[in-house]
């Protein structure tokens, strides 16, 4: 299949069936909060820049986390037991951000989160559609994750930990404050064994985007988040 170029004053995106098989289905394009909004809500994301270009993606399968379907483990629940952090939500969105581009990953070199990317999130962090997580220790934050809340789905974007279990122990903590709130889907993006281990699983990309269909219809809960108590979004 071919991978479309997308025009400067056109938002819109092919639809995402026609992507290559790993995903690919566009090149160009910029990185405004319409053509970020546009994406995600037609299934698709961009994932890294080369030569001036971005690259837009829609894997098939999708890597997503049904709420009801989150795993944790005896040795998070200690974790939990223990109260050995603290969380928090929108307190400091772009180191978060930072933080994620500053991780070593194991499967690629580098990072696709550039100072364009964050500039990007952060102004939709801006308009209450971006949120972060924050997990600390202390007064050190040392672990969360960022991402997208369009109608009732989260689309997680990248996580980062500099403790062991911090990003699992914010991504817990996260989905148990989605579902509260009525959230049906996280969209974990690309399949990895860090998130499998939580529940999340591979659907087909045409499931993915019945349920994109559906959501279409349901109310953003834009603005700032923040936790309870008992670390219940508000």
């Known amino acids: 299949m071919a991978v479309y170029r997308l025009a400067n004053n056109n938002y819109t995106f092919p639809p995402a069936e026609m992507a290559e098989q790993d995903g690919l289905l566009a090149v160009g394009g910029d990185l405004s909060p319409q053509r970020l909004i546009s994406a995600y809500m037609s299934g698709v994301f961009p994932w890294f820049c080369y030569d001036d270009a971005y690259f837009w993606y829609s894997p098939d399968p999708r890597m997503v986390l049904f709420p009801s379907e989150l795993k944790v483990h005896k040795s998070m629940r200690s974790v939990f037991n223990q109260h050995k952090f603290r969380y928090s939500l929108d307190t400091c969105f772009p180191d978060v951000m ?26 939709l962090h801006e308009m209450g559609i971006a949120h972060s997580v924050e997990v600390w220790s202390g007064e050190k934050l040392v672990g969360g994750l ?26 817990i903590t996260l989905v148990r404050a989605l579902q509260q709130a009525g959230f049906t889907l996280i969209d974990c993006q690309q399949q990895t064994e860090h998130l499998a281990t939580l529940g999340a699983r591979g ?28 670390y219940q979004l508000t």
């Open 98 to 123: 930072k933080a994620c581009a500053e991780t070593i990953r194991s499967d690629h070199e580098g990072t696709w989160i550039g100072e364009d990317f964050i500039a990007a999130y952060t102004e």
């Open 146 to 171: 960022y991402g997208l809340a369009i109608g009732k789905i989260f689309f997680g974007e990248s996580m980062f930990a500099q403790m062991p279990n911090a990003s699992k122990a914010g991504f």
């Open 203 to 230: 659907i087909p990309r045409e499931q993915f985007l019945d349920i994109l269909s559906v959501n279409s219809y349901a109310t953003t809960r834009p603005g700032k988040w923040s936790f309870d108590e008992a």
